[in-house]
C-alpha cells in the first residue's frame, strides 16, 4: 500500500509539472505575439516618448460614427477629428474613414495643435530654408561596399524618339536625379528591355496591342525602330564607360535578350542590388523641384516608421489617379521628423522609394507569377508585362485593417502634388 502511494503521488508530480511547462510555454508565445504587434521602441529603457499619441477621449468628444482602430487581437475604438478630416457618417453608424491599426495611429497621428511645429511638407517651400529644412542623409551602418545605402534603379525601353532624342531625355533624367539630396553618388542601375526577334515573342497580342498603342506610339516593331533602339542602347553603353560628368558615373547597364516588360525588366535590375534601399523609377519620369525634395526626410521616416514600407511620388495629385479612390481622407505626418503622407491602397509605376527587403517579401511574390519557368517562349499577358497592372489589383482590394501589411503611402498629404512628371 505504501509503495501504490508513492507511485500515485509520482505521477501526481509529472502531472503538475507538465501543465505548469505548458502554462510557461503559453506565456512566452503570448509575450511574442505582442511584441510583434507593438512597436519595438515601447520595450525596453531607451524608449523615446512619442510626439504623436491617440487622443484621449476626455479632450476630444467621440465623432458620430467611430473610427474603429485594429491593434490586431482586439478591436479599439477612439476619436477623430471629424469635421478636419473629412470623414462623413454613414446610416449604419459607421464613418467614410477606413479602419487603422493602433500602430499606425501611433506612428502617424498628430494633434491638430501640434501639427503647425511638427509636420513637413517632402519639398522645401523656400530655397533660403534648405540648409535649415533639409535632414541629413541617413548613414547606415549595414550599407557596405561601392552601393552605399540606396541604389537608383531604372527600367529603360523602346521610345518613339530618335537616338538622339532619347539621350537628350536620358540626360535630362540623370541630371534631375543627381540634384536631388542623396541621390547624387548613388550608383545607377538602367535596365533595358529587349527588342522583339518576331511579331509575338515573349508577348501576348493584348499586351502587345496595348503597348502599340498607348500614348500614341504607333506600330514599334518595324526595322528602322529596332536600328534606333540599338543606337540608343550603344551610346548608353558608351556613356556608362567614358561618362562626361558626375552625373554620368556609376552607371551599370543591363541588357534584356528579349522583349519582356517592364515588370521582368525591374525583376531583372533588382536581382543585382547591394544596397538596402532603392529608388526605383522609369526612364521618363522628371522630378519637380529636385534640389528642395527633402529626400533624407523621406529615407528617415521609411527607416524608422514601421508602418511605412513603401513611398509613392505619383505624376498625377495624390486624390487623383489610381491612388486618388484609395486614400484614407485623413491627416498623416510620420515619425520620427513629420513628413506629411497619405495613407493608400494602391501601386503605381511612379518614382518609388523602398528597402530591398520589402521587394523581396511583398512585390516579389505578386510578380513572380508572372515568371517564366522553363526558358521556353509564353505569351506574357498584359498584366504581366506591366508590374502595375500586376500589383495594384491586389494591393487595392486588400481590406483597409490589412493595409499595414503592404504599408503603401504617398508622399505628400492629400490634395497635394504632382511632385513629378512625365517627359
Not at 556613356?239 to 535578350?257: F, H
Request: with cysteine; hydrophobic share 35%.
Amino acid at each position: 500500500s505504501a509503495l501504490f502511494s508513492m507511485v500515485i503521488l509520482g505521477i501526481l508530480i509529472l502531472l503538475a509539472g507538465r501543465v505548469f511547462a505548458e502554462e510557461l510555454s503559453n506565456t512566452d508565445e503570448v509575450d511574442v505575439l505582442v511584441k510583434k504587434a507593438v512597436p519595438r521602441d515601447t520595450f525596453g529603457p531607451a524608449r523615446k516618448k512619442r510626439k504623436s499619441q491617440l487622443p484621449s477621449p476626455t479632450l476630444s468628444p467621440t465623432p458620430p460614427g467611430a473610427m474603429y482602430l485594429y491593434n490586431h487581437s482586439k478591436t479599439l475604438t477612439g476619436p477623430w477629428e471629424e469635421e478636419e478630416e473629412g470623414c462623413k457618417p454613414l446610416p449604419n453608424g459607421l464613418n467614410t474613414c477606413p479602419p487603422i491599426l493602433k500602430m499606425e495611429v501611433d506612428s502617424l497621428y498628430v494633434n491638430r495643435s501640434d501639427r503647425r511645429k511638427f509636420c513637413r511638407p517632402p519639398v522645401v517651400k523656400k530655397p533660403e530654408d534648405v540648409g535649415r529644412e533639409l535632414v541629413d542623409c541617413p548613414r547606415l551602418w549595414n550599407a557596405r561596399g561601392p552601393a552605399g545605402a540606396i541604389t537608383i534603379v531604372m527600367t529603360s525601353s523602346m521610345s518613339k524618339s530618335d537616338p538622339d532624342g532619347a539621350m537628350d531625355r536620358m540626360q535630362t533624367i540623370l541630371q534631375n536625379l543627381r540634384t536631388v539630396p542623396c541621390l547624387a553618388e548613388a550608383p545607377v542601375i538602367i535596365s533595358l528591355d529587349g527588342f522583339p526577334k518576331t511579331q509575338m515573342d515573349w508577348i501576348g497580342p493584348k499586351a502587345l496591342k496595348r503597348y502599340n498603342s498607348s500614348s500614341g506610339r504607333g506600330a514599334y516593331w518595324t526595322e528602322d525602330h529596332r536600328i534606333r533602339y540599338e543606337e540608343y542602347k550603344k551610346r548608353l553603353r558608351e556613356l556608362s564607360r567614358n561618362p562626361p560628368g558626375k552625373w554620368a558615373e556609376k552607371i551599370v547597364i543591363l541588357e534584356l535578350p528579349h522583349l519582356m516588360g517592364a515588370l521582368q525588366s525591374t525583376m531583372m535590375a533588382m536581382a543585382t542590388v547591394e544596397s538596402p534601399y532603392v529608388f526605383l523609377t522609369q526612364h521618363d519620369y522628371f522630378l519637380n523641384n529636385p534640389g528642395l525634395v527633402n529626400f533624407g526626410l523621406m529615407m528617415e521616416t521609411l527607416i524608422k516608421n514601421e508602418a511605412i514600407h513603401l513611398l509613392l511620388m505619383d505624376r498625377m495629385p495624390n486624390s487623383r489617379g489610381w491612388c486618388g479612390g484609395n486614400t484614407d481622407p485623413r491627416y498623416f505626418c510620420a515619425q520620427p521628423h513629420g513628413l506629411e503622407v497619405t495613407r493608400a491602397r494602391c501601386y503605381t509605376d511612379g518614382p518609388q522609394l523602398m528597402s530591398v527587403g520589402y521587394y523581396y517579401k511583398t512585390l516579389k511574390p505578386l510578380y513572380e507569377t508572372c515568371l517564366i519557368n522553363d526558358g521556353a517562349p509564353k505569351p506574357i499577358s498584359e498584366r504581366c508585362f506591366f508590374s502595375e497592372l500586376q500589383a495594384h489589383p491586389q494591393i487595392s482590394h486588400t481590406p483597409w485593417e490589412d493595409q499595414h501589411l503592404f504599408g503603401v503611402y504617398l508622399v505628400g498629404k492629400r490634395f497635394s502634388g504632382p511632385y513629378v512628371k512625365q517627359i
